[in-house]
């Protein structure tokens, strides 16, 4: 087996793990309001304590990323969220639990941009976008199953000591991270020269060593100047906006509503909600799949910038169209199957936005992709706050919806923008990749 599928198997466990951690909280939320006190406005701040945290800090671990490498970035972030996970089972009230969520995002600001930065140090460009579609895959399915299993955990072993056991398996992970990985594939000591030359030969550049000794160059002046001045960089963070926007309901109040709605029939146990709360998430993972397919296949043909262009306005024409029937739809069934579609053109954005990211930002891959994560997540930071206050001031879900295709159907404008060939630094640029 190729060594650099091994490292793609660890990537995509870290990702389930990811929204394992992420999503837990969402089916905690019965227990924890009661045992803590909190208000529904309180709880709508624990959500998106979280994203604040990881929104504000996704640059600063990007350019991490991009100077001490993924395998020192990703095991320290994995090891930090993971005591975080594990303090929110310590959680005595409001302020303490809003702490802590907080820093947990901090932890997590750092996943995607560290395996972003590995992805562009492991992979050919001809295989990115089906290895992002794969990691994104990873995060919904971790999220899909946490839905119907949390309940079963925390019935058995109660919520608090539930956050311990998520906090082990983090750490777990963080040591073998740090024992198998290497930040260049000529590290690896099982390397062969074939594969090897495989990952180079359409890999574009020779990076240099990502160790605190040998460390990348600090980010030059040249490239801050161009994230701020590049309209082709602001549409991506535009977009990535959007995306979130949307998604993140997924995480915070669907299954909550759900258990409102169904719960009070008694037809539907805590276990079969989690199931239909994880139909979108489902459908989100082959989301991932079905854009990272259509990104690889498109850009063998040797247009560049529609393989990324294509699936992306394909999923967010799907997330309107998805939306649009939710909200007509009334049996419960087919309601979560439209809005399973939603999510799933959605996600068909996730591998595009990241491989594009990739594309312009090379060596500085970490920060680009970090940086348009920071953008991104102020959508999913503002989501569950909007969700709670616009239903507050019409009494209705229905605006939030409606707030949701308004962004997407801009997404689509942005998306027809947005050329991959583009770089942040223009002196970048190689005839390997110019010439698609």
């Known amino acids: 087996m190729p060594i650099r599928y091994i490292i793609s198997t660890m990537m995509f466990l870290l990702a389930v793990l990811l929204y394992v951690d992420r999503a837990c909280i969402s089916v905690a939320r019965g227990p924890m309001m009661q045992d803590l006190g909190l208000t529904d406005e309180q709880w709508a701040w624990v959500l998106s304590a979280f994203t604040l945290g990881y929104a504000i800090f996704q640059a600063p671990t990007g350019y991490l990323a991009d100077r001490f490498g993924p395998r020192f970035l990703l095991t320290s972030v994995v090891i930090f ?90 750490v777990a992970w963080a040591v073998i991270w740090w024992f198998i990985f290497r930040d260049l594939p000529e590290q690896f000591r099982a390397m062969s020269s074939t594969e090897l030359e495989q990952i180079r030969g359409t890999a574009n550049t020779t990076l240099q060593s990502h160790t605190p000794s040998n460390s990348s160059p600090a980010v030059p002046k040249s490239l801050t100047a161009s994230m701020l001045t590049s309209r082709n960089f602001h549409l991506i963070c535009f977009q990535y906006f959007c995306s979130n926007f949307l998604f993140y309901l997924t995480l915070t109040y669907l299954f909550p509503l759900l258990k409102a709605d169904l719960g009070k029939t008694g037809l539907y146990s805590d276990t079969q909600i989690g199931f239909l709360s994880a139909m979108p998430l489902v459908g989100g993972a082959v989301g991932n799949w079905v854009s990272g397919y259509l990104i690889d296949s498109i850009y063998k043909t040797g ?69 348009m994560n920071m953008i991104g997540n102020l959508g999913a930071f503002l989501s569950p706050l909007s969700f709670h206050y616009l239903m507050q001031w019409t009494g209705s879900h229905q605006a939030f919806f409606f707030v949701t295709m308004g962004l997407n159907f801009l997404a689509i404008l942005a998306w027809l923008a947005i050329d991959p060939r583009r770089p942040i630094q223009a002196h970048e640029v190689l005839p390997s990749e110019g010439t698609k």
């Not at 995607?112 to 895959?137: C, D, T």
Request: charged letters at 10%.
């Open 81 to 170: 969220w993971s005591i975080f996970t594990g303090i929110t089972g310590f959680a005595q009230g409001f302020t303490l639990l809003f702490i802590a969520r907080f820093l947990f995002g901090v932890g997590e600001a750092g996943a995607l941009p560290g395996l972003a930065r590995a992805v562009y140090a492991w992979f050919p460009v001809s295989e990115r976008g089906l290895i992002k579609g794969i990691n994104f895959s990873g995060m919904r399915l971790g999220a899909a199953a946490c839905l119907p299993l949390m309940p079963f955990l925390f019935e058995s072993v109660g919520w608090r000591q539930s956050f311990m056991i998520l906090m082990g398996i983090g």
């Open 303 to 371: 247009n560049w910038p529609l393989s990324r262009r294509v699936p992306a306005i394909i999923g967010y024409g799907l997330a309107i169209a998805g939306t649009w029937m939710f909200l007509q739809t009334e049996a419960v069934l087919p309601k979560m199957a439209w809005f399973t579609l939603a999510i799933l053109g959605a996600d068909m954005t996730l591998s595009p936005s990241w491989s594009t990211c990739i594309d312009i930002g090379k060596t500085h891959a970490g920060l680009i992709s970090g940086t």
